[in-house]
């Protein structure tokens, strides 16, 4: 059977509450359990109702968390920038093989098309993290911006198609 409370736990209840304890604190701290705590604060009028505190810490996580996400974005660009400049770069590949199953390399003056088609997934896949993280703003003239890149680029297909046909300029 637990002891009876007393004078003493509803004085360090009173104390500690004034103090910002928790209940959970003041259980450990008056070795009593947490819903003897809460009987007497309730007995005490006193509450551990923190919303304020809460609704304010959590809009302070909130803000912490979007913010390593802008970070995160911007570090996942710049993954997708690196991986992107390996398409072109000269590599070193190798392999084990022969009957010895000897290892040999061979310097290449790019990576293999199927080295560069797994750059190219993994470079999407960065860019595309990134953008559900932090989305890019388009504002409101973004759709004209990209009606006019797709009239160009279909503009400068057309021109070197033009081109080929012709025999190109000074042609034949």
């Given at each position: 059977?637990?002891?009876?409370i007393?004078?003493?736990?509803?004085?360090?209840?009173?104390?500690?509450?004034?103090?910002?304890?928790?209940?959970?604190?003041?259980?450990?701290?008056i070795?009593?359990a947490?819903?003897?705590?809460?009987?007497?604060?309730?007995?005490?009028?006193?509450s551990?109702?923190?919303?304020?505190?809460?609704?304010?810490?959590?809009?302070?996580?909130?803000?912490?968390?979007?913010?390593?996400r802008?970070?995160?974005?911007?570090?996942?660009?710049?993954?997708?920038?690196?991986?992107?400049?390996?398409?072109?770069?000269p590599?070193?590949?190798?392999?084990?093989?022969?009957?010895d199953?000897?290892?040999?390399?061979t310097?290449?003056?790019?990576?293999?098309?199927?080295?560069?088609?797994?750059?190219?997934?993994?470079?999407?896949?960065?860019i595309?993290q990134?953008?559900?993280?932090?989305?890019?703003?388009?504002?409101?003239?973004?759709?004209?911006?990209?009606?006019?890149?797709?009239?160009?680029?279909?503009?400068?297909?057309?021109?070197?198609?033009?081109?080929?046909?012709?025999?190109?300029?000074?042609?034949g």
């Amino acid at each position: 059977m637990s002891r009876p409370i007393d004078a003493n736990d509803r004085r360090r209840v009173r104390e500690l509450h004034k103090q910002g304890k928790t209940r959970n604190d003041i259980a450990r701290s008056i070795k009593r359990a947490p819903a003897t705590v809460s009987k007497i604060a309730t007995e005490l009028g006193l509450s551990f109702e923190r919303g304020a505190e809460v609704v304010a810490a959590t809009e302070a996580r909130r803000i912490d968390l979007a913010a390593r996400r802008v970070v995160l974005a911007e570090q996942l660009h710049q993954d997708a920038e690196k991986l992107r400049a390996q398409l072109w770069q000269p590599c070193t590949i190798g392999a084990f093989g022969g009957k010895d199953n000897v290892w040999s390399q061979t310097q290449l003056a790019q990576p293999t098309f199927p080295d560069q088609r797994n750059i190219l997934a993994a470079t999407g896949t960065a860019i595309q993290q990134s953008l559900k993280l932090q989305p890019a703003e388009g504002g409101e003239g973004a759709d004209v911006v990209r009606s006019m890149l797709g009239t160009l680029g279909e503009a400068l297909t057309q021109a070197a198609a033009d081109a080929d046909d012709d025999g190109g300029a000074g042609g034949g």
